[in-house]
């Protein structure tokens, strides 16, 4: 079965850290273009980080800095650790893998609250 299972979400206080998981199965994850994208209420789903195959990556400017992708073709997962969060960073976290097809996850709440 083709899917993607965000996981890693909660609750966490201004400042905190959280990391997120994205661990991708029925495709072959080490060929595909892996990104984080986020969708907080009532905004459009905006791009929060990428990485290639090859493991080059690229980040959103606010984000940059503070969260950083990476990948483990050998646990077909993607990660993204994120410092220094901000109230402003609540949303939904959604996991995106691109190749020859285009597959999302079910996405993964990040609450930034006191």
């Known amino acids: 079965q083709v899917q993607l299972v965000e996981s890693g979400g909660g609750l966490v206080q201004p400042g905190g850290s959280l990391r997120l998981s994205c661990a991708a199965s029925?495709?072959?994850?080490?060929?595909?273009?892996m990104s984080w994208y986020r969708q907080a209420p009532g905004k459009e789903r905006e791009l929060v980080a990428g990485i290639t195959a090859t493991g080059n990556t690229n980040y959103a400017d606010s984000m940059a800095g503070r969260f950083i992708i990476s990948r483990d073709n050998s646990k077909n997962t993607v990660y993204l650790p994120m410092n220094s969060l901000h109230p402003e960073d609540t949303a939904v976290y959604f996991c995106?893998?691109?190749?020859?097809?285009?597959?999302w996850g079910q996405g993964t709440q990040v609450t930034v609250s006191s």
């Open positions: 995106k893998a691109v190749g020859w097809r285009i597959i």
């Open positions: 029925g495709f072959t994850f080490s060929s595909y273009h």
